[in-house]
């Protein structure tokens, strides 16, 4: 709350003088919690900008994000060049970005009391009653907040302006990838997605240049990790090896098997059996309860994130479970669940080598000295 208050994200409003309509379109503030893998527990303060969906068109909204294959062939580029790799996270960087419209956002109840008790001179005499005696708090957003439908695509059009000014030219296969070409002829190279960057260049005091220059809009607490390891939209990076660049995502393979109902202590040499695309048949199928739906629908997005980065050896088996998510039912649980099992006794490690002049894909197995496979 009191970066909303430090960043001058909004002003209060008196209650008096927000008419009617307002009130009825004013958005909800919210705090979420987080527990980091550092275990650091993070708080986010947001809005609820699903109201906005009546007025505003979803591609009217939508803000580019870089895609899974530039990461993957800009990393191969960074291991063949041995290039510096720098990873930035931007903090409050919707709180750097001006609103272009009118947003009136209310706090309620504790929210509010927390508010005022960052600067109770301000924010306190602009606090009145809701019909159940709850403390409410009017205020109009200056800034944009983390919920509202543009704010993801305004802070792109900021990005993308500070990257054009410092010279970057934007590649047109990618509406998140720039270049540019240095004094010395080497090549500086950005991605992001939304407020995280991954820089990387063969001169590291080009990547520092650039780092200073990000510094100086968005503050000293912004984050960067140097070094040839860093975390990047959920995959673990590693390009410390000579020539090879790794993707590492044990850590979310673990949340995906302890997320799901039930134990997985199994291990399976394989992510699924010869009859994987046998299906029972119409009346023989056995329906999945709601619970146990929705659970069969969650783990398998979670498995289709995963495939597509840094597990492509259960491709196979997901493309096959996602098309049975609308009504799945106890043999779609029983593949689900050996997906797991596999996954449970096979830690493996995609790697891109470079150090030939081209990119190809391995995987690297750290295997576990349990299970069945012996391994």
């Not at 939508?62 to 800009?74: E, K, N, Q």
């Not at 290039?83 to 001006?98: E, N, Y």
């Not at 597509?308 to 259960?314: P, V």
Request: net charge positive.
């Amino acid at each position: 709350m009191k970066q909303l208050h430090d960043m001058r994200t909004f002003i209060p409003r008196d209650p008096r003088s927000v008419t009617s309509e307002e009130r009825k379109k004013a958005l909800s503030s919210l705090i979420f919690l987080k527990e980091k893998e550092t275990g650091e527990v993070k708080g986010r303060t947001c809005i609820n900008g699903s109201p906005q969906r009546e007025y505003i068109k979803k591609e009217d909204a939508t803000s580019p994000t870089v895609a899974t294959d530039s990461v993957f062939l800009t990393g191969a580029v960074d291991a063949y060049q041995r290039r510096d790799v720098a990873f930035i996270d931007l903090p409050g960087a919707f709180l750097h970005t001006l609103t272009d419209e009118k947003i009136i956002m209310v706090l309620r109840g504790e929210l509010c009391e927390l508010m005022c008790m960052v600067d109770p001179k301000l924010y306190r005499k602009y606090v009145c009653k809701d019909r159940r005696g709850k403390p409410v708090l009017y205020v109009e957003l200056y800034k944009s907040l983390y919920g509202l439908m543009r704010s993801a695509l305004l802070f792109y059009k900021k990005l993308k302006k500070e990257l054009e000014k410092y010279g970057m030219i934007m590649n047109p296969y990618g509406m998140c990838v720039a270049n540019k070409e240095t004094k010395n002829g080497h090549q500086l190279t950005v991605l992001w997605h939304v407020d995280d960057l991954k820089i990387s260049c063969k001169d590291k005091f080009e990547v520092t240049k650039l780092i200073c220059y990000l510094r100086k809009i968005y503050g000293n607490k912004m984050t960067v990790h140097r070094g040839g390891k860093g975390k990047y939209l959920g995959m673990h990076l590693d390009f410390t090896e000579d020539g090879v660049f790794q993707v590492d995502m044990s850590k979310y393979v673990e949340d995906v098997i302890e997320d799901f109902p039930e134990k997985i202590e199994k291990a399976s040499p394989t992510p699924h059996s010869d009859s994987l695309f046998s299906v029972e048949e119409e009346d023989t199928q056995k329906a999945l309860c709601e619970d146990k739906a929705m659970q069969f629908h969650r783990t398998t997005a979670q498995l289709l994130f995963l495939c597509t980065r840094a597990r492509k050896d259960i491709q196979t088996a997901v493309s096959f479970l996602t098309t049975r998510v609308k009504q799945p039912t106890e043999q779609d649980w029983t593949k689900l669940r050996k997906v797991l099992q596999y996954l449970h006794g096979n830690q493996v490690t995609q790697a891109t080598n470079s150090s030939k002049g081209h990119a190809s894909d391995a995987l690297v197995r750290r295997c576990r000295p349990y299970g069945p496979l012996g391994l």
